[in-house]
């Protein structure tokens, strides 16, 4: 079985020899032009690809006061749709800080690491999907 993905790369499949868990994706590089995210890991089904990334930030300024802070509280799992990929879905699942303010007279004690590059606060689409 052959498919053809593009004109420059060809896909050859043959189940009896085909490797567990390695999918078309397996060894694809996403590069999403963003420095602060790296990759952590592809998982591909049946018409979907889901990219895990985390951020490679050393802290983050509290949205509400701009204070910096490093004190990491804990992390979470941030689940963004963004544009298909050869006809994929493509859902990213980034591992994003959660830092503590150390401002005394900020009313936020506990902030979230800001994606305001990649998506809307509490958005679960990117500006790409949401332009379309």
Do not use: W
Not at 4 to 17: D, G
Not at 20 to 25: A, I
Not at 36 to 61: P, Y
Not at 119 to 130: I, T
């Amino acid at each position: 079985m052959q498919q053809v993905i593009s004109t420059t790369y060809k896909y050859t499949s043959k189940k009896e020899n085909a490797p567990t868990n390695r999918g078309l994706f397996h060894d694809f590089r996403f590069s999403l032009g963003y420095d602060n995210l790296q990759q952590d890991g592809i998982s591909e089904a049946v018409g979907s690809l889901t990219v895990f990334l985390h951020t490679a930030g050393k802290g983050a300024s509290c949205p509400y006061c701009g204070h910096f802070s490093h004190r990491l509280h804990s992390y979470y799992s941030r689940h963004i749709e963004d544009l298909e990929v050869y006809g994929h879905t493509l859902e990213l699942v980034i591992k994003v800080g959660k830092y503590y303010c150390d401002n005394v007279s900020c009313p936020q004690k506990i902030f979230c690491e800001p994606l305001s590059f990649l998506a809307r606060r509490y958005g679960r689409r990117s500006y790409l999907v949401e332009e379309r």
